[in-house]
């Protein structure tokens, strides 16, 4: 998972006589939906695939790490889906080289969108639900804007400073139950803070960093490569190496699932619709993707959704629509 801005680093191609044809009728296809307000059919369809397949992978993820520890699980995950990202950006025709005078910036990037999220939030699913976990996750936007007025120096609007009470508020909400339940303390709940504030973080620096031609599939592949080099490193010295063939069935569809759907189809699909939406529909595709998540750990996991979580994931959602939706004309 990494955020990544619109159009940055985009590529071009030479252009052939039937590829060109194909792009010139696919761009003009979308230009006609965008000028009549509606979507693409095929970017409906994308968008409803990624919203299910993104939020399945909170319950998919907790059941891989109930039998892999999270140094291999992430390793796993982070070197596979990083090498095929690489591959699909070659394979599409993208500029994959990555400046030298960029270097410092792509490893600092890497170490908060990739080291830090990662991290954070396989050590939050031992200690929480997942359907809480991507609620608390999901609050990156809120952050990111945040950070976004002390980086690039805005005046925050008063959209902002209510989807910024909104998210705290939620946070407050999931914290004081863990705080209310005996001999409990909310670890799960501040590791997951800490890792949305990472991917926050990432996130505007990848929008403060220029990144020239770089395609954006391959910014991304890199960023997972980078960053999982600690990653790869933590799980040679503190854990073994797994007996992957000794999974139980659930933990290794969690794994495969979290691998080759997450890592590769929900990047790919995400980079997709930036290039045939506006960039606030595009976003929207967020919005869901915590509703997903608890429901799909109620009834996978059978994790208990209380009124704390209700009230949480409606607040985080409300913080993120007002965020994205268009100011109005």
Known sequence: MSAAEPGAGTGTRPPSSVGSRSADAAIGATARHHASGSLAPAAIVLLVALTITWGLNWPM?????????????????????????????????????????????????SLFNITGWHLFSAYALLYTGSGRAAIIGYTMPLWASLLSLW???????ARQIAALLLGMAALALLIIKDFGALGAAPTGALLMLGAALCWAIGTVLVKRFAWDRLAITALTGWQQLIGGVPIVIGWWLLEPVPDLGALSLPAALGLAYAVFVAMIFCQTAFFKLLSLLPAH??????????????VSSAMLLAEPVGRAEIAALALVVGGLFLLIRPADR
């Open 151 to 157: 980086v690039f120096h805005a005046r925050p609007s």
């Open 61 to 109: 993820m907790k059941l891989a790490l109930l039998e892999v520890p999270p140094w291999t699980f992430r390793s796993l995950c982070l070197m596979v889906g990083g090498s095929a990202l690489l591959a699909l950006a070659r394979a599409s025709g993208g500029s994959m080289t990555v400046p030298v005078r960029r270097l410092p910036a792509l490893a600092l990037v």
């Open 281 to 294: 529909v595009a976003a929207i595709s967020v919005l869901p993707v915590p509703v997903v998540g608890v």
